[in-house]
């Protein structure tokens, strides 16, 4: 049986993705995300793996996804300025399939910003960073163990559906330690490889879950890779009926197994009058805020995604037809809020509590923002 260990998020993060069959890493050190790589580069060569620092961000996602098309598990990790360079890439791998997973460890911006201080300004940046209607998923754990947890994750998830996964979680949790249990053993999940002879061949025909097999360069398969549309060929394309095909099954091939994807944390919510949406670090501020108000008497629950893209509007709305107000806490100025409002349909009051001055937000504060005042008003 495993034994408890007292580790860094950061840390967790390296543990997981090893764990996960993560052989290559190529990156950039950047606060508060550099232990990633500094781990990286201790334990990837003892296990057959590669770890290359590359000039820039751009150019760390390059070596990622050309590691990936080479048949190995591969990741990077950054902050918010490099996750910014990174856009492009994370289109491009999200055009050609290739997966591939990036952590964003969140810091205070815009621009350099606050460089060791918590954020969750990069919301919709992972959804929307990138030009073009592209698929996404973005996975934001809570705590040092989930961190390992939703890492497995991600990279089952980029292999299933061959796709890039990002990971966002911020300085807090990425620099917090805590005593966790690790599991003994997890599942992993392996891309589908061709089972046609490489002369029959076709990259870009895919089964009916929409997503086509992929083999690695170098094993006798021979085929076009390319950011420009393209056919079942792999070669680009202007037929716009072969195009708008393409891009939407690069979208329903995630869609149609939204119960593969989605993970959302509930807490108190059958009776609750009023609910606090928060994820990440906000999310663990919010269960104990919850935990108080119900000392106090206040039928209070949460509602926390793991998954916050695809955003889980059936679970959110599941919550709003139980509950008078959603209260929606973020360390931003109100980036998750809107999806909020729109999966209630009206059916609660949404109201906010943002703030973007570097500084966590409390269960104190949270307690605040849900008890009613003297006119019962929150």
């Not at 980036?335 to 909020?340: F, Y």
């Not at 409390?362 to 019962?376: F, M, S, V, W």
Request: net charge negative.
């Amino acid at each position: 049986m495993s034994q408890a260990q007292l580790i860094q998020g950061n840390e967790a993060c390296v543990k997981g993705a090893l764990a996960a069959g993560c052989r290559f890493y190529g990156g950039y050190p950047i606060t508060p995300s550099s232990e990633i790589a500094e781990q990286m580069v201790r334990l990837l060569p003892d296990l057959g793996g590669v770890f290359i620092q590359m000039e820039d961000e751009i150019a760390s996602l390059a070596s990622v996804i050309g590691a990936s098309l080479a048949g190995s598990k591969a990741m990077t990790a950054t902050s918010g300025p490099g996750f910014s360079l990174m856009q492009e890439h994370i289109g491009y791998a999200a055009m050609t399939e290739v997966p591939c997973v990036v952590v964003n460890v969140m810091r205070g911006g815009p621009s350099t910003g606050l460089p060791t201080s918590p954020s969750q300004g990069d919301v919709m940046q992972a959804r929307w960073g990138t030009h073009g209607d592209h698929p996404a998923i973005v996975l934001a754990p809570s705590s040092v163990a989930e961190v390992f947890d939703v890492t497995v994750k991600a990279f089952n998830l980029a292999e299933r559906f061959r796709t890039p996964v990002i990971i966002l979680y911020d300085e807090i949790i990425g620099h917090t330690r805590e005593s966790v249990v690790l599991p003994d053993s997890i599942e992993v999940v392996d891309r589908v490889q061709p089972t046609d002879a490489p002369a029959d061949f076709w990259p870009m025909i895919a089964p009916d879950d929409g997503v086509p097999p992929l083999p690695a360069f170098g094993d006798g398969y021979r085929f076009h890779v390319t950011g420009l549309a393209h056919d079942e060929r792999g070669f680009p394309t202007n037929d716009a009926q072969v195009a708008e095909a393409l891009v939407a099954r690069l979208h329903n091939k995630i869609d149609a197994h939204l119960d593969e994807v989605i993970e959302v944390d509930t807490y108190m919510v059958d009776d609750a009058e009023i609910a606090v949406f928060a994820y990440g670090i906000v999310g663990r501020s919010a269960r104990e805020a919850v935990m108080r108000a119900r000392d106090n008497g206040i039928k209070a629950g949460l509602i926390r995604p793991v998954t916050l893209w695809p955003f889980p509007y059936e679970q959110v709305a599941e919550v709003a037809a139980q509950v008078d107000t959603i209260l929606v806490a973020e360390m931003n100025l109100g980036q998750i809020i809107g999806e909020v409002e729109r999966a209630a349909a009206g059916k609660a009051e949404i109201k906010g509590y943002l703030r973007a001055d570097g500084e966590p937000i409390t269960p104190t504060a949270l307690l605040e923002a849900i008890t009613p005042d003297k006119e019962g008003q929150r």
